[in-house]
Structure formats: structure tokens, C-alpha cells
């Protein structure tokens, strides 16, 4: 199973609480839609407030965040419940958070900018290289960054900070403080990536929705970093000291 939904899919159901006639359930990235056989919409739900999705035999039940359950029934009730899964798993547009990107005000050192980023960015590409949750979970491997991260801010306090002992201590407690977010979104990654990597029962969704919003946040906490880092003149600041 992929955690892509590119196309709507299509299943045959019967809706619970409802007459007997057949119902078409049509399912895509952005909504759930079910529909009778004469066209009269059923019923229609975001994909976003969608809480969770089970499946036992032939009926899949669909937990909205607001509202009462909706058990579906059909002969592809397996497909049906990897298709809502999947649709509702989907890695979010993690880059629109970057609001930084491509507008530095560093101007002519561009690089810079694409290098503190690189982590981030490619893990994105990774995840959209991935097939399956461990996979795209993997894609975001929180030690993984947080070593790009470390060895970032090493290489920026090496060519950047003034080599007096007290000047060195005042920049590195601005790339703390810079990043303190940042770490602190990493570990949220690590700590809710095993779940969403292999989910208990009942929890595909739960569990999915809480490491991506960490991705979320982690991606914003990166923005502000280094907003922060080019608003105090930290990057190409070269010492006075040499």
C-alpha cells in the first residue's frame, strides 16, 4: 500500500442506516463521497476530518473528527479501507512552510540558504521517492537530521565566529537559541515516527497525523531558525579576529 491517493478510486457499498439501495463510494485526495445509484449524494467528507478508519470482514467503519461513525459494506472492503487509509495518510506540503525560501536577504549568497535547507528538502524528496509508510517515515530520519543540523551549525560557528573565547560563547548561545525550536521539533519526529512508521490497530490515521504534524512543525521551526540566523547577521559573518 502506498500513502498516495493521485486519482479518485471507486467501490461499490452498502451504507449502514440506509435503504437497501446500492451506494458508490468515490474516494480521492481531498474527499469522501457517496453517492446513489440515481446520483443523490449520500453524503460527503473531507478527507482532513476524517479521525480514523478500521475495517473488520466486509464493513469498513469511517471516524469523522465531528459527527457519528459510517460503516460501509462491500466485497472490497479491504481495498476500500487501504484506499480512505491511504488518502487520509498522505505527507502534507511540507515546503509551504518554508516561507524563507528563495527570498533571502543575504542576496548574493544564495548557497548559503540552499545548504541550510538541503536537509529537509531532501528528505521531502526521499519521502516522495518512498513506497509504504516505513519507507516514507524512514525518508525523515530524525538522527539523520539532527547530525545535518549539528555539523551545519559546526561548520557555520568554524568560519563564522570570532576566535576569542568570550565572542565564541555569544555566538553559540545565538545558534542555540536560534534553534532551540528546531531540536526540539526533531525529537517530536523521533519520538512519533516508530507509530506512524507501524501503527497499532485502529490508530493508521491517529498515528500518521501526529509524525506529520511534527514534520509540520519542524519544517516552520526551520523557517524561523533561519530568519532568526540572517536577521542577526550570522551567516557569512566572518571574523574580526583573522
Known sequence: ?????NDAAEFEAQLDGVTAIPTFVRASAGALTITRRDGHVERTL???NIAEVTRTGDR????????APMTLRGDRAEELDATVAAACCAVPELTRALHSLGS???GSDATAQREFFAPLLDARRRAEESVGRPDIVAAFDADRLQRAFESYFEALAERSADERPAARRAFAALVEDASSAMTSAIEDVRRTGPAAAQPAAGARVTAWRAWSGSLLTLFGAADRCWTYLERNELIGRRSSGR
Open 46 to 48: 473531507r478527507i482532513e
Open 1 to 5: 500500500m502506498t500513502e498516495r491517493l
Open 60 to 67: 469498513v467503519t469511517i471516524v469523522p473528527i465531528r459527527g
Open 104 to 106: 533571502s536577504r543575504v
